[in-house]
């Protein structure tokens, strides 16, 4: 029986693979640069003389009262063996025969690895994931992954010290890790790609600008997952603004299945549960049927009308309309901005939780009568939301990674109003970004304070 064996695959960030003149800067060369710290502030015993009063702490410390001598020389030290700084760090790929492991572990039936393209992967919200993810918590105990990372210029040593830490957790499923900053390359046969990086926004800048900066990344990004990715590739959009992100790489990627583009709204849903859950003073898991309508943003409606409760509609649960209509929903729409004033942070665990559930909802069959919130393309949808937008809705999936559209629910007046306001908002922002989806001739009117329904804490 031959020992399982382990090779290293040297795989430099994208921007460096046509060049070999940049050094590695990491841990090899900042534990030199210590090691030199450290000789520099060791020095050697003196003899201390007994001249005068002076006292033996002040003697030591100030010299007072020695006999002048020649210092003693430095015992010179062994610099510790660098790593090697033209090698990566943090990039690996494990190869081994199953049959070669434990009989328990060989009694599972190991599938083909999975490949995850994850984009933001220095950031605090895949530090999060990919962790989850590696863990066999995302696809499942018998499923086998290879992460893909994607991060930028200034973010490429940070990404090796993720990878470092992925190596370094021993995951049994992670049977590869490569990193890099060109997305042909990260994306290269993925089967899922995560697009968590997006540019924050700045002070004083509109949302249009927002739009047209975070749009020139996902025209880039749809294109390479169009060019390199599996036709079958399913993609969740987690950077904001979301929706219309998701729109423009998916008008960009036309060899994908535009069913298979995805905005993250699970968050919400999730918020939207753990709500109703203290209202009626019940455990969250007794809470189904949530649905969140539309675009991420404060103009989402997070459906009570057809929410139940222990099986029951939450609204009799309940039996407050007016808490329901005028704290439920702006509770759920500004939670995010709520966390930061009491934390001072924003929601990266509780995204990252939430990127892990719509996955698991894609991977996992829905439970039957039950459906589940994600942002997708509204072609040919059951409910008259115009087409070709990214609006989130009820689906069902029978786990094989597709899903279809739960059809049926009831749209109340209080609803259907909330809707349309939220479907006039996603078609606004996909005219402002019509230029880089192949539609020319739409206007712009996403301008001024009244345009602004960025989810606070998301800006």
Known sequence: MSCISSTVMVLAPAASLNS????????????????????SAVFAPRAVAKVGRTSVVTRALFGFGKKKEEPAKEEKKAEPKAVEETKPLGVFKLEYSVANDSKKRTAKKWKEPVVVAVSG????????????????????????IALRL??????????????????????????EVNIGIDPREVFANADWALLIGAKPRGPGMERADLLEMNGAIFVEQGKALNDVAKPTCVVCVVGNPCNT????????????????????????????????????????????????????STTQVPDFVNAKIDGKPAADVINDQQWLETEFTPAIQTRGGLLIKKWGRSSAASTAVSIADAVKALVTPTKQGDWFSSAVCTDGNPYGIEEGIIFSMPL????????????????????????????????????????????????????????????????
């Open 245 to 296: 992100n998701a729109l423009i790489a998916m008008e960009n990627a036309p060899k994908l299945n535009r069913k298979n583009f995805h905005a993250l709204t699970r968050l919400d849903e999730n918020r939207a549960k753990c709500q109703l859950a203290l209202k009626a003073g019940v455990f969250y898991e007794t809470v189904s049927n949530v649905t969140i309508w539309g675009n991420h």
């Open 150 to 175: 994607l991060g930028s210029e200034r973010s490429k040593e940070a990404l090796e010290g993720v990878a470092m830490e992925l190596e370094d957790s021993l995951f049994p499923l992670l049977r």
């Open 20 to 39: 070999n003149k940049q050094s590695r800067a990491g841990p090899a060369r900042a534990a030199h640069a210590f090691s030199k710290s450290r000789q």
């Open 121 to 144: 992967a220095a950031g605090q919200i895949s530090n999060h994931l990919l962790f989850k993810i590696a863990s066999g918590e995302v696809y499942g105990q018998d499923q086998p």
């Open 396 to 459: 069902r999936s029978t786990g094989d990674g597709s899903y279809e559209i739960v059809e049926g629910l009831e749209i109340n007046a209080w609803l259907k109003e909330r809707i349309q306001t939220s479907q006039d908002e996603l078609t606004k922002e996909a005219a402002c970004v019509s230029h880089l989806t192949g539609k020319m001739g739409g206007s712009c009117e996403l301008k001024g304070a009244e345009a602004d329904t960025m989810l606070p804490g998301e800006m």
